[in-house]
């Protein structure tokens, strides 16, 4: 019957029309269960099959690739990279441009000065990490990284690049795995050949506690309350990128809605440091915050305010913040870290430390972090809140002048303040309310001594060490997987309660792989 | 199956001796030919020794000539069953008026690819109907493909470069272009001439029909308009509502991917040439390990051979779903079939990914294997989808389309391409079976381990809209059938040759990988010289080869009829513009 094709096909149509009401409270259903991780299948896809992004996302398969990432090793804060320029050899567009480090000798160094990538002509091919013999290279799953301008953005420096090896093992499991069983096998080879040398690493550990990631949350914490007043508000040296922007935004809504009142102090960073900074930051390389970097920290302090209720001039609050922290690191650092490879903290990390230091400070007591911000003089706050923290504030002023402390990174910041503020969740309401005192004992136990330390000792070794002028800054993500590292750790001690500082870094040297 | 027979099998003597001090067999088993000769031979090739299909006509600029290389193959000849081509090269050292006779009178199929020749080494084949530039803009100065030919953001000739970015930081390139804007005008062509279109096709008449006065006119569709596919032109000339001529306009995504491919490493390329048919990259990735392959003598694992095959029945699959969804939408049937083939291609795509790790640009062949094994995920999921919903989704597919009345009266009877055409036009692919010619890369020239699979040739029998739509419903029920097989033989082990390495030594030589994608025969021609880059690199496109139908397919039917015939041919302008 002429027609009738028509019609059988128009049954199919209706038949998927049905089907979007029998099969769709199903496959809702299914995936309600992890909207983050949704993962289709031929059993489970009829009726409506669009994923409705973002409120719903695709499952990220372990291979996925985007833009590579740097692995930082999550204890000792060293790059695995060498710097051999392989991946440089091998990108099909040529989008790796890396320096190589130089010791205070003069000699070359195994470890990137700089590492960028132009993200802009990355095809996103993926040889870099197949053919990198250390490991040190990996594709990133972030793939949400809308940026505003496409040049200045699109240049990815080794602290954007930059992740811990937690984060790499937490994205990537089964390479993680593999490729450690295949480091152990080489190790314990090695250790065959030469077992006087294993011994003296070990020992070595402890003296120096991680250098800039773990200690940096404590830092920040402490500097971010109080001495982050001083910090250089517009002198930030690299405009913060778009994701980053977004992890923070991101970071304060959920500060906002989830934990104590943590907005507070981040303002108060904001609002003090902006003279300190520049004067700071004699660098030479103060790179005003970009439009949309401001843009972003003035939403995210807008969401911190409505969250914690404080009231801070939404301008530059969280820049400001950032370059406190720093400071405060570098002192320490001089004394603790001749060997030579000072890393200043970033901008970036300076801000999320200040966050942290908030959220700390909200968890502790909101009263107190609420002063915090209004106070100009970086010193008087500190003190109360967090005893370690005037020490690293004035240390800080010292060392900065130098020009070669970079000050910690926005989105390290925000990782430490997320860190700090899950130590608190962990440690308990009570003990939390001490909160920016308690940071010592609590989790930072580790991080707290480690962290002046560390931080005076990048200062010094800096000077001498980087007569470039080009100190390492650490990157926000890979600030922000410290903290959390640190932040498990501590969580993990926090039930014994009994972690001193030499403990908790001893176990925080002790978990991680290498 | 009719059969052409060769016209005088008397005459069985090589040619070598027919045209004896014109013709010559090199190392590799070649035959060079003189140029004034090469049409003789190229008849006699033809006429008498059954190789009627003209596979690829490419040119190398070596340092002391200009050199023109054909791979010819036999189709539907009685007496040659030849599986491996015949090759036949033919050379000038003129290289400031380089002249080689056009084969086109022979090979009709070599009109674009003679062009493409044309406008990247400069050689004039005389006796072409139509020389002109074909990728670059008639204006355009300068022969892109030779050696000394450097482009606007030039850097060195290979890769690794020196440094993207001298001077201790970053630089762009367009930062560093002399030009500031990129626009040098060449001296034969300044922007105020340039205003007033070149008439490209011919002279257009009055004519009278009848007691009606009609006129014929040209209009450009494009290169928006059939960008249901990509940025593409067509020049139509109408008579009403009919169509007298149509010329493809193409370049419009032109990047020369074969100059970057000469400067890139071996392995460079191998993400480069995922952006071809980028529905098909498995494909490519293949073809393109492939030849390299047979240059290094490598010999893949058994399982990586078997990763392959499914990598490339999958993207069969997927890709046969979409083009059918877009010939629909061609159609007028928006969106209802190709969204209904986008939910199953989303599902392969997704295997691809957890493979690969990218769900189009996959860049997962490598010479001697594949890049990584198979996660473990990967079989439960994909048995799922080969033996569960696939099957039931094609007759899903059948049932909605096949005897639907207005797609069989759109589709039967419209845009016939016989058999004989089809040969001469050296088309390939669906599209070629489709007229009935039964010839498959997969069953004639296997690569890899196809010969172990179980599997029918789908040819139609019109050599129209209808055929071809048939033809790849077909197809895709064979790759499920390929991946039923394969997916229960796949054994354990290795996938890859060796160990992975990124510095590759290609010996000296020139080889020619072919592989049957969905599209068609997708075939990489490269030559080393045992150096780290590839001295030539040639990729010989389906879509860029078929596109030569559309004017035989349209001709003479309306106006209606040029995008149905357009999206029957399947292009994908990556390839076809590359």
Same mark, same amino acid.
């Given at each position: 019957?002429?027609?009738?094709g028509?019609?059988r096909g128009m049954m199919v149509t209706l038949k998927h029309f049905v089907e979007t009401?029998t099969e769709?409270?199903r496959r809702?259903?299914?995936?309600?269960?992890?909207?983050?991780?949704?993962?289709q299948n031929a059993s489970n896809t009829k009726g409506l099959f669009?994923?409705?992004?973002?409120?719903?996302?695709?499952?990220?398969?372990?291979?996925?690739?985007?833009?590579?990432?740097?692995?930082?090793?999550?204890?000792?804060?060293?790059?695995?990279?060498?710097?051999?320029?392989?991946?440089?050899?091998?990108?099909?567009?040529?989008?790796?441009?890396?320096?190589?480090?130089?010791?205070?000798?003069?000699?070359?160094?195994?470890?990137?000065?700089?590492?960028?990538?132009?993200?802009?002509?990355?095809?996103?091919?993926?040889?870099?990490?197949?053919?990198?013999?250390?490991?040190?290279?990996?594709?990133?799953?972030?793939?949400?990284?809308?940026?505003?301008? +496409?040049?200045?953005?699109?240049?990815?420096?080794?602290?954007?690049?930059?992740?811990?090896?937690?984060?790499?093992?937490?994205?990537?499991?089964?390479?993680?795995?593999?490729?450690?069983?295949?480091?152990?096998?080489?190790?314990?080879?090695?250790?065959?050949?030469?077992?006087?040398?294993?011994?003296?690493?070990?020992?070595?550990?402890?003296?120096?506690?991680?250098?800039?990631?773990?200690?940096?949350?404590?830092?920040?914490?402490?500097?971010?309350?109080?001495?982050?007043?001083?910090?250089?508000?517009?002198?930030?040296?690299?405009?913060?990128?778009?994701?980053?922007? &977004?992890?923070?935004?991101?970071?304060?809504?959920?500060? =906002?809605?989830?934990?104590?009142?943590?907005?507070?102090?981040?303002?108060?960073?904001?609002?003090?440091?902006?003279?300190?900074?520049?004067?700071?930051?004699?660098? =030479?390389?103060?790179?005003?915050?970009?439009?949309?970097?401001?843009?972003?920290?003035?939403?995210?302090?807008?969401?911190?305010?409505?969250?914690?209720?404080?009231?801070?001039?939404?301008?530059?609050?969280?820049?400001?913040?950032?370059?406190?922290?720093?400071?405060?690191?570098?002192?320490?650092?001089?004394?603790?870290?001749?060997?030579?490879?000072?890393?200043?903290?970033?901008?970036?990390?300076?801000?999320?430390?200040?966050?942290?230091?908030?959220?700390?400070?909200?968890?502790?007591?909101?009263?107190?972090?609420?002063?915090?911000?209004?106070?100009?003089?970086?010193?008087?706050?500190?003190?109360?809140?967090?005893?370690?923290?005037?020490?690293?504030?004035?240390?800080?002023?010292?060392?900065?002048? $130098?020009?070669?402390?970079?000050?910690?990174?926005?989105?390290?910041?925000?990782?430490?303040?997320?860190?700090?503020?899950?130590?608190?969740?962990?440690?308990?309401?009570?003990?939390?309310?001490?909160?920016?005192?308690?940071?010592?004992?609590?989790?930072?136990?580790?991080?707290?001594?480690?962290?002046?330390?560390?931080?005076?000792?990048?200062?010094?070794?800096?000077?001498?060490?980087?007569?470039?002028?080009?100190?390492?800054?650490?990157?926000?993500?890979?600030?922000?997987?410290?903290?959390?590292?640190?932040?498990?750790?501590?969580?993990?001690?926090?039930?014994?309660?009994?972690?001193?500082?030499?403990?908790?870094?001893?176990?925080?040297?002790?978990?991680?792989?290498? | 199956?009719?059969?052409?027979?060769?016209?005088?099998?008397?005459?069985?003597?090589?040619?070598?001796?027919?045209?004896?001090?014109?013709?010559?067999?090199?190392?590799?088993?070649?035959?060079?030919?003189?140029?004034? &000769?090469?049409?003789?031979?190229?008849?006699?090739?033809?006429?008498?020794?059954?190789?009627?299909?003209?596979?690829?006509?490419?040119?190398?600029?070596?340092?002391?000539?200009?050199?023109?290389?054909?791979?010819?193959?036999?189709?539907?000849?009685?007496?040659?069953?030849?599986?491996?081509?015949?090759?036949?090269?033919?050379?000038? $050292?003129?290289?400031?008026?380089?002249?080689?006779?056009?084969?086109?009178?022979?090979?009709?199929?070599?009109?674009?690819?003679?062009?493409?020749?044309?406008?990247?080494?400069?050689?004039?084949?005389?006796?072409?109907?139509?020389?002109?530039?074909?990728?670059?803009?008639?204006?355009?100065?300068?022969?892109?493909?030779?050696?000394?030919?450097?482009?606007?953001?030039?850097?060195?000739?290979?890769?690794?470069?020196?440094?993207?970015?001298?001077?201790?930081?970053?630089?762009?390139?367009?930062?560093?272009?002399?030009?500031?804007?990129?626009?040098?005008?060449?001296?034969?062509?300044?922007?105020?001439?340039?205003?007033?279109?070149?008439?490209?096709?011919?002279?257009?008449?009055?004519?009278?029909?009848?007691?009606?006065?009609?006129?014929?006119?040209?209009?450009?569709?494009?290169?928006?308009?059939?960008?249901?596919?990509?940025?593409?032109?067509?020049?139509?000339?109408?008579?009403?509502?009919?169509?007298?001529?149509?010329?493809?306009?193409?370049?419009?995504?032109? +990047?020369?991917?074969?100059?970057?491919?000469?400067?890139?490493?071996?392995?460079?390329?191998?993400?480069?040439?995922?952006?071809?048919?980028?529905?098909?990259?498995?494909?490519?990735?293949?073809?393109?390990?492939?030849?390299?392959?047979?240059?290094?003598?490598?010999?893949?694992?058994?399982?990586?051979?078997?990763?392959?095959?499914?990598?490339?029945e999958l993207?069969r699959v997927q890709n046969h779903l979409f083009?059918i969804g877009?010939?629909l939408?061609?159609?007028?049937?928006?969106?209802t079939p190709i969204l209904y083939s986008i939910e199953n291609r989303e599902l392969i795509l997704d295997l691809?990914?957890?493979?690969?790790?990218?769900?189009?640009?996959?860049?997962?062949?490598?010479?001697?294997?594949?890049?990584?094994?198979?996660?473990?995920?990967?079989?439960p999921l994909a048995e799922d989808l080969v033996f569960n919903r696939l099957p039931a989704e094609v007759d899903q597919f059948e049932e909605l389309l096949t005897n639907n009345?207005?797609?069989?009266?759109?589709?039967?009877?419209?845009?016939?391409?016989?058999?004989?055409?089809?040969?001469?036009?050296?088309?390939?692919?669906?599209?070629?079976?489709?007229?009935?010619?039964?010839?498959?890369?997969?069953?004639?020239?296997?690569?890899?381990?196809?010969?172990?699979?179980?599997?029918?040739?789908?040819?139609?029998?019109?050599?129209?809209?209808?055929?071809?739509y048939m033809?790849r419903i077909g197809e895709t029920r064979q790759a499920i059938r390929i991946l039923q097989q394969?997916l229960k033989?796949?054994?354990?082990?290795?996938?890859?040759?060796?160990?992975?390495?990124?510095?590759?030594?290609?010996?000296?030589?020139?080889?020619?990988?072919?592989?049957?994608?969905?599209?068609?025969?997708?075939?990489?021609?490269?030559?080393?010289?045992?150096?780290?880059?590839?001295?030539?690199?040639?990729?010989?496109?389906? $879509?860029?080869?078929?596109?030569?139908?559309?004017?035989?397919?349209?001709?003479?039917?309306?106006?209606?009829?040029?995008?149905?015939?357009?999206?029957?041919?399947?292009?994908?302008?990556?390839?076809?513009?590359?």
């Open positions: 019957m002429f027609g009738s028509v019609l009401y769709d409270p809702r259903a299914y995936i309600a269960k992890s909207p983050d991780a949704v993962r669009t994923v409705q992004y973002p409120e719903e996302k695709l499952a990220i398969n372990e291979r996925f690739r985007f833009f590579p990432m740097l692995i930082v090793d999550g204890q000792t804060g060293e790059d695995w990279c060498t710097s051999c320029g392989i991946c440089a050899k091998v990108c099909p567009p040529q989008c790796i441009y890396i320096v190589r480090g130089t010791k205070p000798d003069g000699k070359p160094k195994p470890e990137p000065e700089e590492f960028y990538i132009d993200t802009t002509i990355c095809m996103q091919c993926g040889f870099c990490a197949e053919f990198c013999p250390f490991d040190a290279i990996k594709m990133n799953h972030d793939y949400e990284l809308s940026v505003f301008e +496409r040049l200045e953005s699109g240049i990815y420096d080794k602290d954007t690049l930059s992740v811990t090896t937690t984060y790499y093992a937490r994205t990537h499991p089964r390479a993680w795995a593999e490729e450690s069983a295949v480091r152990e096998a080489k190790e314990a080879k090695e250790k065959k050949a030469a077992p006087a040398a294993a011994p003296a690493a070990p020992a070595a550990a402890p003296a120096k506690p991680t250098p800039a990631a773990a200690p940096a949350p404590v830092a920040a914490a402490g500097a971010a309350a109080t001495a982050g007043a001083e910090a250089v508000p517009g002198a930030k040296p690299k405009p913060m990128s778009g994701k980053m922007a &977004k992890q923070l935004r991101e970071q304060a809504a959920a500060g =906002g809605a989830g934990a104590e009142p943590p907005a507070t102090p981040p303002p108060a960073a904001a609002t003090t440091p902006a003279e300190p900074g520049q004067a700071t930051l004699p660098s =030479g390389k103060p790179k005003p915050i970009s439009g949309k970097l401001a843009k972003q920290l003035r939403e995210q302090a807008a969401q911190q305010a409505a969250a914690g209720g404080g009231e801070t001039p939404p301008t530059e609050p969280p820049t400001a913040a950032a370059p406190t922290a720093p400071a405060p690191a570098a002192q320490p650092g001089q004394e603790l870290l001749p060997s030579g490879k000072p890393k200043p903290i970033s901008g970036r990390l300076a801000k999320q430390m200040r966050e942290q230091a908030a959220q700390q400070a909200a968890a502790g007591g909101a009263p107190e972090a609420s002063a915090v911000p209004p106070v100009s003089e970086p010193p008087a706050t500190p003190a109360p809140s967090a005893p370690e923290a005037p020490a690293p504030t004035a240390l800080g002023q010292e060392l900065l002048p $130098s020009g070669r402390p970079k000050p910690i990174s926005g989105r390290l910041a925000k990782q430490l303040r997320e860190q700090a503020a899950q130590q608190a969740a962990a440690g308990g309401a009570p003990e939390a309310s001490a909160a920016p005192a308690p940071s010592e004992p609590v989790v930072p136990a580790a991080p707290a001594p480690s962290a002046p330390e560390t931080a005076a000792s990048t200062a010094p070794p800096a000077q001498e060490l980087l007569p470039s002028g080009r100190p390492k800054p650490i990157s926000g993500r890979l600030a922000k997987q410290m903290r959390e590292e640190a932040a498990r750790k501590a969580a993990e001690e926090a039930g014994n309660a009994s972690a001193s500082d030499a403990e908790s870094s001893e176990s925080g040297a002790g978990d991680t792989s290498e | 199956m009719a059969v052409v027979t060769p016209v005088d099998t008397a005459d069985s003597r090589p040619i070598e001796e027919v045209f004896a001090g014109d013709v010559a067999k090199d190392a590799s088993g070649a035959y060079v030919v003189q140029p004034n &000769k090469l049409v003789d031979v190229a008849r006699r090739l033809r006429n008498e020794q059954g190789y009627t299909y003209l596979s690829i006509m490419t040119a190398v600029d070596y340092p002391d000539r200009l050199e023109c290389v054909y791979y010819l193959y036999p189709m539907r000849v009685e007496g040659n069953t030849a599986t491996t081509p015949l090759v036949l090269k033919s050379s000038t $050292s003129d290289k400031d008026d380089p002249v080689i006779p056009s084969v086109t009178p022979v090979w009709p199929g070599a009109n674009f690819q003679e062009r493409e020749a044309y406008d990247m080494f400069g050689i004039r084949f005389a006796g072409h109907p139509y020389l002109h530039r074909i990728l670059m803009w008639d204006g355009f100065e300068g022969w892109p493909l030779r050696k000394d030919y450097h482009e606007a953001y030039y850097e060195q000739d290979q890769k690794p470069f020196g440094s993207r970015w001298p001077g201790g930081h970053f630089k762009r390139a367009e930062e560093r272009n002399p030009w500031g804007k990129n626009v040098v005008y060449p001296d034969v062509w300044s922007p105020e001439e340039a205003k007033t279109p070149k008439e490209m096709m011919p002279v257009v008449d009055v004519d009278q029909l009848g007691t009606i006065h009609s006129q014929k006119f040209v209009i450009n569709m494009g290169p928006q308009h059939p960008s249901t596919h990509g940025v593409f032109r067509m020049q139509v000339t109408l008579d009403g509502e009919t169509v007298v001529d149509v010329m493809p306009v193409i370049g419009y995504l032109h +990047r020369n991917h074969e100059k970057i491919g000469e400067r890139n490493l071996w392995l460079g390329n191998m993400p480069f040439t995922d952006r071809l048919d980028y529905f098909c990259s498995m494909g490519n990735n293949t073809g393109y390990a492939l030849a390299v392959e047979r240059l290094m003598k490598v010999e893949v694992p058994e399982r990586a051979e078997y990763i392959r095959i499914i990598m490339q993207t083009g877009q010939f939408s061609d159609l007028g049937a928006f969106f691809f990914e957890m493979t690969s790790g990218s769900r189009m640009m996959c860049n997962y062949m490598r010479f001697g294997g594949c890049a990584y094994d198979l996660p473990p995920e990967f079989m009345e207005i797609l069989r009266s759109r589709c039967i009877g419209v845009g016939i391409i016989p058999p004989e055409t089809a040969i001469d036009l050296s088309l390939s692919g669906p599209i070629l079976r489709a007229s009935g010619v039964k010839y498959d890369i997969r069953r004639h020239e296997p690569y890899g381990i196809y010969d172990r699979f179980d599997f029918d040739i789908v040819m139609g029998e019109r050599g129209d809209l209808y055929d071809r033809v394969a033989d796949i054994p354990e082990g290795p996938v890859m040759a060796g160990r992975k390495a990124w510095q590759i030594r290609v010996p000296k030589g020139e080889s020619y990988g072919r592989v049957e994608n969905p599209k068609g025969e997708t075939g990489f021609y490269v030559v080393s010289d045992g150096s780290a880059n590839p001295y030539r690199y040639h990729v010989r496109a389906p $879509s860029f080869v078929n596109i030569q139908a559309l004017r035989e397919m349209s001709i003479g039917y309306k106006i209606a009829d040029i995008i149905a015939n357009l999206g029957s041919i399947d292009i994908v302008l990556g390839e076809l513009d590359r």
